[in-house]
């Protein structure tokens, strides 16, 4: 969704299609905030393009995380919030963006760079399910990747 974007009013009507579309066929929709150069990237911004996503039916909503903020975005959407990664940083950066995500509200994250992209993606998406679902803090977390990081760099049989 382009909310506040040159393309906002032909986003809301591919969204109401696909929320139709969805509910015809019984599959949830995940609604993705757009933000381009132009768009402001404020919790203002966020609280408002992710409610206008939920009151168009989507059942879940993608966004970017922001440190200041970011939990009153969470608290004004009426449907679970999906941290999205972003662009690559270093693996304990994004176990810590992931931690205060769903520390401030957010159900999950969406990860994609930050895990495909990790020297070692297995322990990588290993140390952020721990974040999401075992409440690791972050620095758990990096030792947790560290760890398996490690056991997969070992030769055979040791």
Do not use: W
């Not at 039916?57 to 200041?68: L, Q, R, W």
């Not at 401030?104 to 679902?133: K, L, T, W, Y």
């Amino acid at each position: 969704m382009f909310i506040g974007g040159e393309f906002e009013t032909q986003s809301v009507h591919n969204m109401v299609k696909l929320v139709d579309q969805g509910l015809r066929y019984g599959m949830p929709i995940l609604a993705v905030t757009a933000v381009g150069k132009e768009m402001a990237r404020d919790a203002r911004y966020f609280r408002l393009a992710c409610r206008i996503c939920a009151e168009l039916g989507a059942h879940y909503v993608k966004t970017y995380y922001i440190p200041e903020g970011f939990e009153s975005v969470t608290a004004s959407c009426p449907v679970p919030i999906v941290m999205a990664g972003g662009k690559k940083l270093p693996e304990k950066e994004a176990l810590t963006m992931s931690y205060l995500a769903i520390q401030e509200g957010a159900s999950g994250v969406d990860m994609g760079r930050n895990i495909f992209q990790s020297e070692a993606p297995v322990a990588m998406i290993q140390a952020v399910r721990g974040v999401v679902h075992d409440n690791l803090t972050p620095e758990k977390a990096y030792e947790l990747y560290l760890d398996l990081k490690n056991a997969c760099s070992l030769p055979p049989g040791v």
